[in-house]
Each structure stands twice: as structure tokens, then as C-alpha cells.
């Protein structure tokens, strides 16, 4: 199913090792360079402008593909407009395959043609359903996972879980005022039912290769299921959706649930980070946090903004000082001190280990000491055995 040779994704990822544990200064900069050059690796693209740069070269390319396609085809306008949406995803498709054979992964190229092929896709099916949103949603997601497994193309996941995820509000809206009155309970099982089922495949990966877009799915179900009963968020929805008319003094209905999760929530994704130490997660309760401070303001004005800002700044200041005077003397566990090695989705470090003592990487010796001897002088004896 994977486009790439795995022996070079494999090399992809003892090369990530190495660089870890040269940054740990666990091996020389020598070593690493001999590693990088030894082995066969991807035509990746690490400089995210310099991608941003490729990408956009892409899709010049690719819609200059797609341009040529139309001046021999727009002769017969109303077949051509029907299927030309289907011949520019056949060409996004065929360009990633060729660009896959080339080993160009993250590139910037390929993520143009996948991307391309994705869209066209919605278009395509747009054009044929005449705007049907399920069809559209369906046929996108099976697009984009089949696009991710494939090419290991992380972008794609993103674009599989916002078109499963517009898949079930689209469903849900087929209930009518029903689906629209539950959805927010449905989105949150919805989020959390998926968000354990990635957690469990990560748990039992034996390869690393779908680590990132795995870990992807993984974030953006705690995303969802956050915003999912989010009290501005169903507040908002209920107005645009139900055409509720939240009068002053008047809320809507389940109020005091959302007003809980909005709160209870982003402290269990804190709790819960700290306690397995997942970063990732730490971040997104942070953020969950803010927001949800942020939904109280948008609605109930305590204090002056600036007022506001003033206590929450200072409140932050005081729980990074005392937390960095807590933790910055801890050798293990939750500590300030930096990482030596920070890559949480490499392979074990024996790996690169093995590949230094396959190429006969051995590690720095002192030099041999210089048969002739100096020393032994007092004060200032120069090497003298005397004294002066």
C-alpha cells in the first residue's frame, strides 16, 4: 500500500535518530554526517518557506497541467465542464505517484498534486451530486485516507478527519431539528469514541510510518470534542442552526452542562498531561483553557479588559514562577530542565546505535601520550628534576 520502500523509510527514521542523539552529544558531528551519507533517505523538505516556496511551484505546475487539458477539451463546454474535474484528480493522483517514485515525501511538490487531487475530488463529486454535502463528504474522506496511507501525507489526514467530521454534521442535519437539537452530544461521543481508537492504534504501532498522522487524528479528536459542547459554541450554533432567540435572562437549554464542560474539561486535559506527561496535549489545555475564559468574557463583562488582562498576566507570571522554582532542581519526571534528547516519535535509540557499530563507528579515543616525558620541575624548573 505505501508508495515509498520501506528500507528507505527505515533509513528515514534511524537518520531522525541519529540527529537526536547528536543533539544529546551522544555521537559527533562526524558520525552524523557519516550516518546522513551512508544511508538512502527521502527528498524531504525541512524548511517549512522553503516547502511553502516548492508548493507553490507545484500548483503552478499542476494548474498549468490542468490548463493544457482545457484548451483541447473546452471545445465540447457542457461534457467537458462534467468531467474535467475527474481528469484534474486523475492527474494530482498521477503526479504523486511519480513524484512517490522519485522519493519525494513532504516536499512541496507532492503536497500541491495530493492536495490538488483532493480538491478536484470535491469538485468532481460537487458538480455530479449537484452540491450534495454527504456524497461530497464521503467521497473526500475516502479520498484523503487512502491519499495518507499511501504517501504517508500528514496534510491528508487533516483533510480526512474536517471531511469525516462535516460528514457527521451533514448527517446529522438529515434528522432535522432533531439531529441539529443532539448534535453536540453526538460530535463529543463521536470525538471521544475516535479519540481512543487512534490512541489504541498508536499503542500498538509496530512501525512507525503513520506515527504523525496518527498523533494528528489523536489531537484533533481532543480539538472536537472540546468545541463540541463548547457553551459559545452550541450557544452560536443554536441561534444559527435552531433559530433559538436567547433573550436577556433567558439561556439555552442544558445551560448549566455546557457552562461545566466548558470549564471541567480543559482541567481534565491538563491533569491528564501532566500525569503521562504528553506535551502535545498540554498545549491544546492551554489553549482549551483561554478559550474557555474567552467564552465567559464574549458573554459576561466583570471586569474593565484591561483590568482583566492586568490579573491574568500577573496570575500566569505566579504560577510559572513558582512552578519553575518547583520543578527546575527535578533529574526525572515532570522537570524545567531541557530535554537532552527531545524526539518522542523516534525509534528506540539501539537503532542507531546498531547502525553505528554496522559501519564501524567507533567512539573518540585519547591520543596516544608522547614516549617523551616532560614534567617534574618545582616552581619553575622548566621540566627540570631539580628545584631551583
Known sequence: MIAYDKKVLDNEALIDEAASLYN?????????????KELETLKDQKNILVRIGFFLLGALLFGSICGAITIFGVSSERIFFQICCYIFAIVGFAGAELLASKNFHNHGLDDAFILGALLNVGFAIGITTEGYEIIIAIFVTIAALLMFLRYLHVLSMLVFCIAITAFLFFGMFEFGEIGKAILPFTAAIFAGGFYFFTKKIIDRLTQNYYYNGLLLANSFCLVLFYLSCNYLIVRELSVELLGTDVKPGTDIPFAFFFYAFTFIV?????????????????????????????TIRFY?????????????????????????????????????KPDRINHTDSLLNAEALVVASTFGMKP???????PMEFGGGGFSGGGSDGSY
Open 24 to 36: 544529546g552529544g551522544f555521537i559527533s558531528k562526524d558520525q552524523k554526517k557519516f550516518i546522513e
Open 266 to 294: 480543559p482541567i481534565i486535559y491538563l491533569v491528564q498531561a501532566l500525569r503521562t506527561k504528553d506535551r502535545l496535549m498540554l498545549w491544546i489545555s492551554f489553549l482549551a483553557i483561554a478559550f474557555s475564559i474567552y
Open 300 to 336: 459576561y463583562s466583570v471586569l474593565p479588559i484591561e483590568v482583566a488582562l492586568t490579573i491574568g498576566g500577573a496570575v500566569l507570571f505566579a504560577i510559572a514562577y513558582f512552578s519553575i522554582k518547583k520543578l527546575k532542581e527535578k533529574e526525572s519526571g515532570l522537570t524545567f
Open 364 to 370: 573518540e579515543v585519547k591520543p596516544q601520550a608522547s
